[in-house]
């Protein structure tokens, strides 16, 4: 991510790939890493008890302005976190013949509980301060010690619960015994709680029907969807963070894709990184941030389909009250 900074910094793009990785000593099959999903899956691969994973990483860093540039004692590290855990651990790489950096960052499988973030930061030295952050990665990877499959997850996790019962763990849902669903996006995947106390709601989602119910399935479908990206926006918006040197740092997990995938409609003028300041300053100072609720409707709307569910819905309509005359 690029932020800008009171001192030099790299202009360049630094980009890294996973090319392997080891479980206890032991090769991990190339059909669990991603390079276009830039995810590593660890659930069991080789068994399914393991203490410790093991990642061969190759940095590119732009080498003409890291030569050219004010700077000194540089140095490539890659970082490992999970909010979850409160996992957070540092690897130095080293640089090599041909320009790359490369290294094996570690992975204790009782430090993990789902997924970890890995990224690369470019430290060095500027105008006399040590440690300064000039430069790091913008497409990170995630290490997923839960999945089987090298996919970033970008599914809701639906719960069908009687709101009306004050069934463990779930008694904090009585309070809103009256809604058809409710969004919780607290956890380590965003949820919808769907009250299956709600007279046919849970009957009509889950059925097939005529052409008219699956019109109107779909049209609920497309709301709950719309008030789940919208949940899941905020709450990313919330998790940003500001370094120790004043940078924005993306949140990690399903926050991360949140963001990636709305940003774009919300701030459509912007780069990501400028977004993301934007919309963290925004909600700060809160100047502006009532302006944008529209736009972070509207992309929500759009990730949830709504305006073709809703044509599908008028259609279906229309051709009901010409079939009744």
């Known amino acids: 991510m690029k932020t800008l900074m009171p001192y030099a910094t790299l202009a360049g793009e630094v980009t890294f790939k996973v090319a392997a990785a080891k ?3 032991r090769d991990l099959p190339l059909s669990m890493l991603s390079q276009q999903e830039r995810v590593v899956a660890l659930h069991q691969v080789e068994r399914q008890k393991w203490d410790e994973a093991r990642l061969d990483l190759r940095v590119r860093i732009p080498e003409a302005e890291l030569a050219e540039g004010p700077w000194s004692d540089v140095v490539c ?33 009782d430090a993990c509980r789902t997924r970890a973030e890995l990224s690369v930061s470019v430290v060095a030295t500027v105008d006399g301060v040590p440690g300064r952050i000039i430069g790091g990665s913008e497409e990170n990877w995630l290490v997923d010690v839960l999945a089987r499959k090298p996919v970033r997850q970008r ?16 008694e904090w ?38 052409t008219m119910e699956k019109a109107v399935r779909g049209l609920i479908a497309a709301q709950i969807a719309t008030e789940a990206w919208t949940a899941m926006f905020h709450s990313a918006v919330s998790d940003i963070e500001v370094a120790e040197d004043g940078s924005l740092e993306w949140p990690s997990g399903w926050r991360d894709w949140v963001l990636r995938a709305m940003l774009p409609d919300v701030l459509p003028d912007l780069s990501p990184a400028d977004a993301l300041s934007e919309i963290h300053s925004r909600r700060v100072e809160t100047s502006g941030w009532n302006e944008l609720q529209p736009r972070i409707q509207y992309a929500a709307s759009r990730r949830a389909r709504v305006a073709k569910n809703l044509g599908t819905a008028i259609r279906e309509l229309d051709r009901s009250d010409e079939g009744d005359q």
Not at 86 to 108: C, H, I
Not at 190 to 201: A, D, K, R, S, W
């Open 23 to 25: 479980l206890d000593g």
């Open 77 to 109: 590290v890659a970082v490992l976190t999970e909010g979850v855990s409160n996992l957070r651990t540092v690897t130095r790489l080293n640089r090599s013949a041909d320009g790359t950096w490369v290294g094996s960052p570690t992975l204790a499988r």
């Open 155 to 170: 599914e809701l996790h639906i719960n069908e619960v009687d709101f009306g019962e004050n069934q463990k763990p779930y």
């Open 173 to 210: 849902l009585h309070a809103f015994k009256d809604a058809p669903w409710l969004v919780e996006t607290s956890g380590d995947m965003p949820t919808v709680h769907l009250n299956t106390g709600f007279e046919g709601i849970t009957e009509l989602l889950g059925s097939g029907g005529s």
